[in-house]
């Protein structure tokens, strides 16, 4: 496996009363994907949003790129080299889809061989450029929430459930933009859709009740039925 | 960097709504309300004043809500900054009586000039102070918010006893700026005029801002979802203290037109036109400057209307105005997409 990029060890999240993430350990090598997967509740977005410094954790270490960044605040982080699709994809809907591109380029004014990049990937942003992302299809807007997280070129990438609610064309095309897009980057993806996960994922990680249950190649979980029946409660054949 | 695959994503043709009804509304408003005042010159005269006090409304209100928008604060201190701007352009243009007094515009507007600056800094500066004093350890609680910043609002009034007395004091307009220009039978106040120039400055100033700037991005973006422009790598808070101050610069500009416009001055004169202040941002919609403007017309048109119509409803009018928008649109005029 490729060196760690991001580590997680012993990490708990509180939400108000509420003990969410119990002891989570996890490691994404750098390059290619890592899909966290598990049932509704398992603690998977709290553990991308505790990543991203949203919720702080209460006890345990994030280590990010060498840096410890668990309870460092959310805009650090991400100047630090992280981006993040919330699963809301969270577009401003108020902004046009340039304004939107504009805002996620920190560095300055996007740079057009980037965008010429990403069209590429997502020709609906070249169409829509002035629209308000306000008017956007679910699909579209997924597509902008994840250019928008490429805009520049960043370490890693947290990704919460990009296929939610969108159409199979919609999703096929998600899955030939990832498949170039963790050439670039690191991503880490989490996913209830186990086909998508599994044509694209290189690592798995598998929650339940807050804690890290099973972690290894994404080859290994495809294929093996037994495995997938016992930690998700499904098999990818029943889902194709 | 290598070629991408192009996609079979969806793109149809999204649909933009082109929502200029509410524009129209203070149009038919003031058309319905010609017949009923039966005289041009009557009529004129109520539809100025009804803009002119509009424009000082709406100076008042842009800033609060922004700071609704962007930091969903409740802030029911925002009244002290209009009563501290128009006691500290008092204090300025006291000294320069000469000035204000004198038979030259220039003189008359570079006081009113000094004061206003005075104001803005004076205002600002202690909304700085009252964001990090008064507003910070209660983010996120509504409750304690709509006390804390009522209990700042009760302060700052005795505060302004202490300092500047309890009885009421004069604010009286510079030479050049009494009276009213004729034309036939109709006049039209001097003093309205600046205020609907200084209003539409203002709400010209901050659509550029908002709308041709990086920073105004960031407004608009934070105002929808503060969470994600942080998760962009931007620390919303800074822009929450810029705002905050801005707002209340804003509201100490608007307390001077206002005073000027009363031409008394009393410590209650910003918690009087607070209720006027919540019902042009709940009418325009929390955090849309454009809704505000709007909101802050329709408001003083119904006021002047109603008053000279029908004065015994008067009071009742813009909460009758707000009822009748929010039964038509839940969310205001123009509703800020949150969240």
Same mark, same amino acid.
């Given at each position: 496996?490729?060196?760690?990029?991001?580590?997680?060890?012993?990490?708990?999240?509180?939400?108000?009363?509420?003990?969410?993430?119990?002891?989570?350990?996890?490691?994404?090598?750098?390059?290619?994907?890592?899909?966290?997967l598990g049932r509704?509740?398992?603690?998977?977005?709290?553990?991308?949003?505790?990543?991203?410094?949203?919720?702080?954790?209460?006890?345990?270490?994030?280590?990010?790129?060498?840096?410890? @960044?668990?309870?460092?605040?959310?805009?650090?982080?991400?100047?630090?080299?992280?981006?993040?699709?919330?699963?809301?994809?969270?577009?401003?809907?108020?902004?046009?889809?340039?304004?939107?591109? @504009?805002?996620?380029?920190?560095?300055?004014?996007?740079?057009?061989?980037?965008?010429?990049?990403?069209?590429?990937?997502?020709?609906?942003?070249?169409?829509?450029?002035?629209?308000?992302?306000?008017?956007?299809?679910?699909?579209?807007?997924?597509?902008?929430?994840?250019?928008?997280? @490429?805009?520049?070129?960043?370490?890693?990438?947290?990704?919460?459930?990009?296929?939610?609610?969108?159409?199979?064309?919609?999703?096929?095309?998600?899955?030939?933009?990832?498949?170039?897009?963790?050439?670039?980057?690191?991503?880490?993806?989490?996913?209830q859709?186990f086909?998508?996960?599994?044509?694209?994922?290189?690592?798995?990680?598998v929650?339940d009740?807050?804690?890290?249950?099973h972690?290894?190649?994404?080859?290994?979980l495809?294929?093996?039925?037994?495995l997938q029946t016992r930690l998700l409660g499904l098999s990818l054949?029943?889902?194709? | 960097?290598?070629?991408?695959?192009?996609?079979?994503?969806?793109?149809?043709?999204?649909?933009?709504?082109?929502?200029?009804?509410? +524009?129209?509304?203070?149009?038919?408003?003031?058309?319905?309300?010609?017949?009923?005042?039966?005289?041009?010159?009557?009529?004129?005269?109520?539809?100025?004043?009804?803009?002119?006090?509009?424009?000082?409304?709406?100076?008042?209100?842009?800033?609060?809500?922004?700071?609704?928008?962007?930091?969903? !604060?409740?802030?029911?201190?925002?009244?002290?900054?209009?009563?501290?701007?128009?006691?500290?352009?008092?204090?300025?243009?006291?000294?320069?009586?000469?000035?204000?007094?004198?038979?030259?515009?220039?003189?008359?507007?570079?006081?009113?000039?000094?004061?206003?600056?005075?104001?803005? +800094?004076?205002?600002?500066?202690?909304?700085?102070?009252?964001?990090?004093?008064? !507003?910070?350890?209660?983010?996120?609680?509504?409750?304690?918010? +709509?006390?804390?910043?009522?209990?700042?609002?009760?302060?700052?009034?005795?505060?302004?006893?202490?300092?500047?007395?309890?009885?009421?004091?004069?604010?009286?307009?510079?030479?050049?700026?009494?009276?009213?220009?004729? +034309?036939?039978?109709?006049?039209?106040?001097?003093?309205?005029?600046?205020?609907?120039?200084?209003?539409?400055?203002?709400?010209?100033?901050?659509?550029?801002?908002?709308?041709?700037?990086?920073? %105004?991005?960031?407004?608009?973006?934070?105002?929808?979802?503060?969470?994600?422009?942080?998760?962009?790598?931007?620390?919303?808070?800074?822009?929450?203290? %810029?705002?905050?101050?801005?707002?209340?610069?804003?509201?100490?500009?608007?307390?001077?037109?206002?005073?000027?416009?009363?031409?008394?001055?009393?410590?209650?004169?910003?918690?009087?036109?607070?209720?006027?202040?919540?019902? !042009?941002?709940?009418? %325009?919609?929390?955090?849309? !400057?454009?809704?505000?403007?709007?909101?802050?017309?329709?408001?003083?048109?119904?006021?002047?209307?109603?008053?000279?119509?029908?004065?015994?409803?008067?009071?009742?009018?813009?909460?009758?105005?707000?009822?009748?928008?929010?039964?038509?649109?839940?969310?205001?005029?123009?509703?800020?997409?949150?969240?």
């Open positions: 496996m490729a060196e760690a990029l991001l580590t997680l060890e012993g990490v708990h999240t509180h939400i108000g009363e509420y003990h969410i993430l119990q002891g989570v350990d996890l490691v994404v090598p750098r390059g290619g994907i890592t899909v966290l509704n509740g398992a603690g998977k977005t709290t553990t991308l949003r505790t990543i991203m410094g949203l919720w702080k954790p209460s006890r345990g270490t994030v280590t990010f790129d060498g840096r410890a @960044i668990g309870g460092t605040d959310t805009p650090t982080i991400a100047q630090g080299g992280i981006a993040y699709v919330p699963e809301t994809m969270a577009v401003f809907a108020d902004l046009t889809v340039e304004e939107n591109m @504009i805002l996620a380029a920190r560095q300055g004014p996007p740079d057009p061989a980037r965008l010429d990049w990403i069209f590429g990937f997502f020709p609906a942003m070249k169409k829509f450029w002035q629209y308000p992302a306000g008017v956007l299809s679910g699909g579209q807007k997924q597509m902008l929430a994840i250019s928008r997280a @490429i805009i520049e070129k960043r370490t890693l990438i947290l990704i919460d459930e990009p296929t939610k609610g969108l159409a199979p064309a919609i999703i096929e095309s998600m899955i030939g933009a990832f498949a170039e897009l963790k050439r670039d980057t690191t991503i880490l993806l989490v996913e859709n086909r998508f996960a599994a044509s694209l994922g290189d690592q798995v990680a929650m009740d807050g804690r890290v249950v972690r290894g190649t994404m080859a290994g495809s294929g093996d039925e037994t054949d029943a889902h194709q | 960097m290598t070629s991408a695959p192009a996609t079979t994503a969806s793109d149809a043709i999204p649909k933009v709504r082109l929502d200029l009804l509410p +524009i129209l509304l203070p149009v038919a408003i003031a058309a319905v309300a010609y017949p009923l005042v039966g005289n041009l010159t009557t009529w004129l005269t109520l539809t100025i004043a009804a803009l002119a006090m509009g424009m000082m409304i709406f100076v008042i209100a842009s800033g609060l809500t922004l700071v609704f928008g962007l930091m969903d !604060v409740l802030n029911f201190g925002h009244g002290a900054f209009i009563a501290i701007g128009a006691y500290l352009a008092m204090t300025v243009l006291i000294p320069l009586s000469g000035w204000t007094q004198a038979d030259s515009l220039a003189l008359n507007l570079l006081a009113l000039l000094l004061a206003v600056v005075v104001a803005a +800094i004076g205002t600002g500066l202690l909304g700085w102070a009252f964001e990090r004093v008064i !507003v910070k350890p209660v983010y996120g609680q509504h409750l304690k918010q +709509i006390l804390v910043t009522m209990g700042g609002l009760i302060v700052a009034e005795q505060l302004i006893h202490v300092i500047w007395g309890g009885d009421q004091k004069p604010m009286t307009l510079p030479t050049a700026l009494r009276g009213a220009f004729t +034309i036939g039978d109709f006049a039209l106040e001097k003093f309205r005029l600046l205020a609907v120039a200084v209003g539409l400055a203002v709400f010209a100033g901050m659509m550029i801002v908002l709308n041709r700037t990086r920073l %105004g991005l960031l407004i608009r973006a934070g105002v929808e979802n503060s969470e994600m422009v942080e998760a962009l790598g931007y620390r919303i808070r800074r822009l929450f203290v %810029g705002v905050f101050m801005a707002g209340s610069a804003l509201a100490g500009l608007g307390g001077v037109l206002w005073a000027l416009y009363r031409e008394t001055l009393t410590a209650s004169i910003g918690g009087d036109v607070m209720v006027l202040v919540f019902i !042009v941002i709940i009418v %325009g919609g929390l955090g849309s !400057v454009g809704g505000c403007f709007l909101g802050a017309i329709l408001v003083a048109m119904t006021a002047n209307y109603v008053a000279f119509l029908a004065p015994k409803v008067a009071l009742a009018s813009n909460i009758l105005l707000m009822v009748a928008v929010l039964m038509w649109r839940p969310q205001g005029l123009y509703p800020v997409a949150k969240r």
